[in-house]
């Protein structure tokens, strides 16, 4: 089984950056950010293939949000620039690609523990 491990979230004000990092416990395929607020639904925000040269993102986060790895056994990078209060939630990483959507954190396995980003206006 994959372990994951999030790091990197804070308290920034809007307008700031942070840098999140997931570290896996072997290689790793296709991983997903996503992230989750106290009684929502669960949101994919992004996603990176194996080699990392195929990306994609949630609408919410284009241009502003970037995910990046260098292979399958290097961690994976979430960059989030221009943070709005919206952004606040938990982060999570994911593998484990079964099959559908590849921004729907259900077609995933395993993801981490999550870490805690919260934007202040």
């Known amino acids: 089984q994959v372990q994951l491990v999030e790091s990197g979230g804070n308290s920034v004000q809007a307008g700031g950056s942070l840098q999140l990092s997931c570290t896996a416990s072997e290689s790793t395929g296709r991983m997903l950010w996503f992230r989750q607020t106290s009684g929502e639904e669960r949101e994919g925000v992004a996603t990176i293939n194996t080699m990392g040269d195929v990306k994609s993102y949630a609408e919410s986060v284009t241009g502003r949000f970037e995910i990046s790895r260098d292979n399958a056994n290097n961690p994976v990078y979430l960059r989030l620039n221009s943070l709005k209060p919206g952004d606040t939630a938990v982060y999570y990483c994911?593998?484990?690609?079964?099959?559908?959507?590849?921004?729907?954190?259900?077609?995933?396995?395993?993801w981490g523990q999550g870490t805690q980003v919260t934007v202040s206006s």
């Open positions: 994911a593998t484990g690609f079964r099959f559908g959507y590849w921004l729907s954190p259900s077609a995933y396995t395993y």
